[in-house]
């Protein structure tokens, strides 16, 4: 944010959610450092708790625990969940592969403290990246499930436009050994290329070695006990505030 410009205000998520149908989504971290100042992400989860409008979050940074009041509104209405982004126990690993976040023991604490407090918590255990971290799927999904998590989903790495060669410059970094096996994984699950943009496989990629990732994900869940009931998050205590006619009509 540039010296004197304003923070963005949750005017456009109060305005989407008065029109007839609405769907808004954010493709990056909402809980990124700088959102201990700003608080965007706290103003907007206000605004959806007052319509209570279904949410879902996907956060690396233990900062959503700041938000815990605004979740247990929401989840008095069957409306949010809260994914945590697991990636690695690895600590020394989390720190070049994702730094200025929070590390995994804290992770697995803000699961706990999500779930403690009656809101509903899964892990997403992405990006898996052959031949670097997948191997440790089966103990993420184990470690997730201790801490209180009730589902979880996977996202295999797929690496579009520039970030094809800042990836393979971060190999040549940090895990010049294993770099050319690293790729060849990401090429096995992605038709011999680095991405690709297939709607239903983008995201798990395709192939034996897309299979095999699928099966250690599904065997590690039902041993951990996760997905065993279905997320379904419910619209019907949406509202449009402004009176008890109005929610009447």
Known sequence: MNAGQQPVS???TRGALTQPTNRFVGTSDCYQPVERMLELTRRC????AEFRNPV???TKNRLVTRDID???ELARHNAVVAFISLTTLDTELRRVMEPRTSPPAARLATISDLARAGIPVGVLTAPMIPGLNDHELPNLL???ADAGAQFAGY???RLP???KDLFEQWLTEHFPQRKDKVLAGIRAVRDGDLNSTEFGTRMRGSG???DQIEKLFAVGCRKAGLNREPLNLSTAAFRRPGGVQLELL
């Open 45 to 48: 989860l206000a605004v959806l």
């Open 56 to 58: 879902g979050i996907v």
């Open 142 to 144: 184990g470690a997730a």
């Open 161 to 163: 436009w520039q970030n």
């Open 155 to 157: 996202v295999t790495l």
């Open 10 to 12: 949750p005017t456009p």
């Open 70 to 72: 605004l979740l247990q």
């Open 208 to 210: 034996p070695r897309a």
